[in-house]
Nanobody
Framework: QVQLVESGGGLVQAGGSLRLSCVAS????????MGWFRQAPGKEREFVGS????????YYADSVKGRFTISRDNAKNTVYLQMNSLSPEDTAVYYC????????????????WGQGTQVTVSS
């Protein structure tokens, strides 16, 4: 009943910034906690960050804390991932995910997934 569509990926130089968006449809957006994950070639899926249904709480992986910011606009059914100070190590496919209860880092607890958007950071 939930469809997630990511956008905003692309090529950026090291030190630059990029903002990803994820639009949800099929369910009241405010009933969903949201998360961002990423997967680089040859690596397992990695948690990036999550945000509570109300947007009043966020949780980040140590690798991105201080550089990435998750926010949401429930009126637009959209969650954002603002990425600053990007490095080549951030290169990955970034996935948006949604869950009905709780929020956090465990991908197994998320109920719906988008198709992903490629982020490539050049040297």
């Amino acid at each position: 009943q939930v469809q997630l569509v990511e956008s905003g990926g692309g090529l950026v130089q090291a030190g630059g910034s990029l903002r990803l968006s994820c639009v949800a449809s099929g369910r009241t957006f405010s009933s969903l906690a949201m998360g961002w994950f990423r997967q680089a070639p040859g690596k397992e899926r990695e948690f990036v960050g999550s945000i509570a249904k109300s947007g009043d709480s966020t949780y980040y992986a140590d690798s991105v804390k201080g550089r990435f910011t998750i926010s949401r606009d429930n009126a637009k059914n959209t969650v954002y991932l603002q990425m600053n100070s990007l490095s080549p190590e951030d290169t990955a496919v970034y996935y948006c995910a949604a869950r009905y209860s709780g929020y956090g880092s465990q991908w197994q607890r998320y109920d719906h997934w988008g198709q992903g958007t490629q982020v490539t950071v050049s040297s």
